[in-house]
């Protein structure tokens, strides 16, 4: 009996043989059509069993914690898309501040206009001024806050940057209103729950003096939400537009400095006294020969007269008032 079931399987595995002799001559020979339907299936199980494979090993690869992860390709397309989606989900209030020193003040607010408009923002308010400098010219100055759209002010800063000869100061700063906005928007769902409530007890008022006591406290919610959403309406624009404010100043002439003279020492030098002392002296006599001319020339003609006769007169009064004395 033993040795009976030894021969059958040993009749099945030269048939086993033979059949798998058969099927690799027909694949390789036989077209594909006449394939018979068990090496058929075969072939295309064994296909579907590597990918399966694969993909189990691929799925092992994504679960297992990976330690070679400084080894693997870096992309920005993730980071991009963080940062996107931060972006999307916070809301940051941004403002700058720039002082340019530009070559022509007026060119360069035109410059700035134009890079304003492309980045799809709006001028808030401008002011232009202008000061005198030493050389006796007038130069502009200005000054110009704008809005522009959260997502391009970096952009509008290196183009505001462009226009300069020099910057001469900077700054930027943001704040988020992420959870501010959040809990506004909590006590506005609050407050609009208690307003239905309270809809339903003016419903169900018996009184007037009830209906007016709860129609009070109706206003009041509503004026709660209505002064909520106007803050939640002020961080969204806010969010939404950030301020940057440019400073203008043209560049000014250089002074050419004046060179300070050297004070000399002070030499007695005995010959200019002498001949300064010769010169006071003549200056003297001629003064005191230019005032004689003076009063012999204009005063004498002038006054002598007068003088005269006014003795003569008085002369003559006091003799005769001393005759009779006599």
Known sequence: MKTRFNVFVLFVLLGMMVLS??????????????????????????????????????????????????????????????????????????????????????????????????????????????????????????????????????????RLRGLAVKILDETASGEDVTNQFVDLQSQVSNLEATRDRIKSFLDDAKTVDEALRINAELANVEAQIEQIKGQMNYLQDRSAYSTITVNFEPVLPELIATPTPTPEPNVWKPGETFTDAKKAVTYAYQGIVDFLIWVFVVFVPIFAPPALIIWGLWKFFTRKSKKPQQ
């Not at 064994?46 to 994504?62: I, S, W």
């Not at 916070?90 to 607010?109: P, R, S, W």
Request: include cysteine; charged fraction near 20%; glycine fraction near 6%.
């Open 21 to 158: 002799a058969c099927g690799s001559a027909a694949s390789t020979s036989a077209p594909a059509q006449e394939v018979e339907p068990a090496v058929e299936a075969f072939a295309m199980e064994a296909p579907l069993a590597e990918e399966n494979a694969g993909l189990a090993d691929v799925a092992k690869e994504a679960s297992a914690p990976s330690a070679d992860v400084s080894s693997a390709p870096v992309y920005n397309i993730g980071a991009d898309a963080e940062r996107a989606a931060f972006a999307a989900s916070h809301m940051i209030i941004k403002n700058g501040e720039i002082k340019l020193l530009v070559e022509d003040t007026d060119i360069a607010i035109d410059r700035a206009t134009q890079a304003i408009g492309d980045m799809g923002g709006y001028i808030i308010s401008s002011r232009v001024w202008y000061q005198p400098y030493f050389d006796g010219e007038n130069y502009k100055y200005a000054t110009i806050t704008i809005g522009v759209p959260v997502d391009q002010f970096e952009r509008t800063l290196s």
